[in-house]
């Protein structure tokens, strides 16, 4: 699984940005897909994730500002951020997980994008 990430930029605080994850190659019709971030000297977190059946959940920092979405038809994630504040900044990634009980070689396999930097600032 190949997934590529864009729609990072520059914004000011209270603006909104569009996040897109395409994924290609041997994709799996059971997974969840997610968005992570990561600013320098700090861990990685979970901000959302979507299965491919629409559940979906958040991190309490991004709840009411961010809305996850996937169209399974183009294998692609979306993340529409809102409200943006100078805390969201850092490289946000995304992520898909295999949980095809069909393909049991690749199940629990996770694979990760290249980064896109977001950056909120006035």
């Known amino acids: 699984v190949q997934l590529q990430a864009s729609g990072g930029g520059l914004v000011q605080p209270g603006g909104s940005l569009r996040l897109s994850c395409a994924a290609s190659g041997m994709v799996f019709s059971t997974n969840v897909m997610g968005w992570y971030r990561q600013d320098p000297g700090k861990q990685r977190e979970a901000v959302a994730r979507i299965t491919s059946g629409g559940i979906t959940n958040y991190a309490d920092s991004v709840k009411g500002r961010f809305t996850i979405s996937r169209d399974n038809a183009k294998n692609t994630m979306y993340l529409q951020m809102n409200s943006l504040k100078p805390e969201d900044t850092a490289v946000y990634y995304c992520?898909?997980?295999?949980?095809?009980?069909?393909?049991?070689?690749?199940?629990?396999?996770?694979?990760w994008g290249k980064g896109t930097q977001v950056t909120v600032s006035s």
């Open positions: 992520n898909y997980v295999v949980l095809d009980p069909k393909q049991p070689l690749y199940y629990g396999m996770d694979y």
